[in-house]
């Protein structure tokens, strides 16, 4: 039985769920911000078979084939962040040491939510990453942007819609406004591959808008990346101590696939409609365990 | 030709939780002609650019060396916006960490805001039981918290007793359990008969108490080394026979447990700063290889 354990508030859980009833594929809910605000738990560490969560479900976790875990905290008191912080610690730990197949493990690059360090690394290991500056710096900013079509992007990983930028907003910028992080703009089609284990599920977006996502209109489909590409990805995602990781890409005129980010948490729900639920598949395959 | 002065920056809590820490460190870095900046994360990223061409190794300009001391400056109440600013802040100021060319004390890495220190306390422990060549006891842990209204049997409490238990609702540490909590709780088996030792890693060497067994410092810089740190505390419980127990690693530096330390460690973490200064440049491992596309 697989486990999922996150919030039945967040569709991308609802969605993994609902992949497991159409294949009837058994699975025990273990929803953290429910078990946090009124639940109960003993988990020990290393892990034995005592282990417990008493929520909706009574879920013995060292039972589990796998577990999806996508933790999103959602309480607003101290006293809930209290508890919340005495169950993740508990199940961080936990989900640490255990035999059980974890997606993702604790033990994983952090470095999607520092964006130049996660560059540096994508651009060290081998993949093409558009020029990029972060800076405080007005004057500097203003300089990059004027020298090509540029983006604007969060620093940290807080998920934002993608705009291009002027050296006109630079300049109408508050002082002191903070860093800025400013990409290189690549025009072309979008994709995003998903690695899962040493799955590659890809699917590519035509669209005129600078984030496709905002676009309805885009067209849609499934891919294969390059096969070099696809290897590539698969080693890296394990190199970075994960199981399953979004990779976003710009494709060039010529064909030439440009990095944009690796994300460790994917919200993949949207793509995965795309792809005819290959993601769930290959997610369910590797929780399951019955590819091991 | 006489060389520049050696130009470092902390970036620490200079007017809060590490000021006296703070003070120490200009004094000693001023005694050995180094000149040193003492920045929010706010005032270092303000002043700093990362530039990424997509064909050399990324740049941090100015590239200075860093005393890395802090996470994140202090945030009481935010506002939504402020938020966002704040993590963008601590993202920044990370990277710059992360991608200097020039010696770091406690560079963060991609796997922790501090060396290779996991983000839980638990792990930072548990996960030493498994280096290679060192011999460490670390003790089981048991998380629990019952169901909220719900009220603990007479026979079955939560919580054993003659146990170390943090509780999360009062941020509170204690042995045994007078009363009932409904938690949640962390749990350890306690060492009732055990002395807390606190060992203090600094640049490459350790402060410690005199009656220390040598094995203890060497251990303590072990851990240090493990995950990467100049700066940390190793705290052991040593038994009447001399055996250790890891009980905790704390790889951040407050006032509040500086215990008179303040000038030996800011000494310390000065000389380090100027071996390695002289030292070649090591690189970045994985982080600033010549680009190579496919």
Not at chain 1, 15 to 31: N, S
Not at chain 1, 36 to 59: C, I, M, N, R, Y
Not at chain 1, 170 to 181: N, R, T
Not at chain 2, 80 to 89: G, I, K, M, N, Y
């Amino acid at each position: 039985m697989i486990g999922i354990a996150g919030s039945r508030a967040d569709p991308v859980m609802v969605h993994f769920a609902t992949r497991c009833v159409m294949r009837e594929v058994p699975f025990a809910v273990i929803d953290l911000v429910d078990l946090a605000a009124t639940g109960g738990w003993s988990l020990s560490v290393p892990p034995d078979g005592s282990d417990v969560f008493h929520g909706g479900e009574v879920v013995r976790p060292g039972e589990l084939s796998g577990i999806y875990v996508r933790p999103i905290y959602l309480g607003r008191s101290p006293a809930e962040a209290a508890r919340w912080q005495g169950l993740m610690d508990g199940f961080t730990a936990w989900m640490d040491e255990t035999e059980v197949a974890v997606v993702n493990r604790p033990r994983h690059h952090q470095l999607n939510s520092s964006k130049p360090a996660h560059y540096a690394w994508l651009s060290a290991s081998g993949l093409r990453v558009p020029p990029s500056l972060m800076s405080s710096d007005r004057e500097r900013l203003a300089e990059f942007v004027r020298a090509g079509r540029a983006v604007v992007k969060p620093v940290c990983g807080t998920r934002a819609t993608t705009r291009e930028i002027a050296a006109t907003d630079v300049d109408a910028l508050p002082e002191p406004a903070g860093p800025l992080l400013v990409q290189r703009l690549v025009e072309g089609d979008d994709v995003r591959a998903h690695v899962v284990g040493e799955d590659v599920v890809a699917c590519r977006f035509s669209s005129t808008a600078i984030d496709y996502r905002s676009d309805r209109q885009a067209r849609r489909q499934r891919v294969d990346v390059p096969d070099a590409l696809a290897d590539l990805l698969v080693d890296l995602t394990a190199e970075q101590g994960l199981t399953f990781a979004g990779w976003d890409f710009k494709v060039d005129e010529a064909g030439d696939y440009w990095c944009l980010e690796c994300n460790p948490m994917p919200g993949y729900s949207f793509y995965d409609r795309v792809c005819d639920g290959a993601v769930s598949d290959a997610l369910v395959d590797v929780l399951g365990g019955w590819l091991s | 030709m006489t060389r520049p002065p050696l130009r470092a920056a902390a970036v620490l809590d200079r007017f809060g939780a590490q000021r006296v820490l703070a003070g120490a460190l200009e004094e000693a870095f001023a005694s050995r002609s180094i000149e040193l900046e003492l920045l929010s994360h706010r005032a270092l990223v303000a002043g700093v650019s990362i530039v990424q061409d997509g064909r050399e190794r990324p740049r941090v300009e100015p590239d200075r060396p860093l005393l890395w001391l802090s996470a994140a400056d202090p945030s009481p109440d935010l506002t939504p916006d402020d938020r966002f600013l704040h993590s963008e802040v601590v993202a920044a100021s990370r990277s710059i960490a992360m991608l200097s060319r020039s010696p770091v004390v406690n560079r963060p890495t991609p796997l922790s805001p501090c060396g290779r220190f996991p983000g839980s306390a638990v792990m930072g422990v548990r996960r030493v039981a498994g280096l290679p060549g060192l011999d460490v006891a670390v003790r089981c842990e048991r998380f629990t918290a019952m169901q909220v209204g719900e009220v603990a049997g007479a026979d079955e409490g939560p919580v054993a007793s003659g146990a170390e238990v943090y509780d999360y609702a009062t941020g509170r540490s204690a042995y045994g359990v007078a009363d009932r909590v409904p938690g949640p709780v962390r749990t350890r088996r306690s060492l009732p008969s055990a002395r807390l030792v606190r060992v203090r890693v600094a640049g490459r060497g350790v402060l410690a108490p005199g009656s220390v067994p040598r094995w203890f410092e060497t251990a303590s810089l072990d851990v240090a080394r493990s995950y990467e740190l100049q700066l940390a505390t190793v705290w052991w419980l040593v038994d009447e026979a001399g055996r250790g127990t890891l009980a905790r690693v704390d790889c951040w530096t407050w006032d509040r447990s500086l215990d008179g330390d303040a000038h030996l460690i800011a000494d310390a973490l000065a000389v380090w700063l100027l071996d390695e200064a002289r030292a070649p440049d090591p690189g970045l491992p994985g982080l600033d290889a010549e680009v190579a596309v496919p």
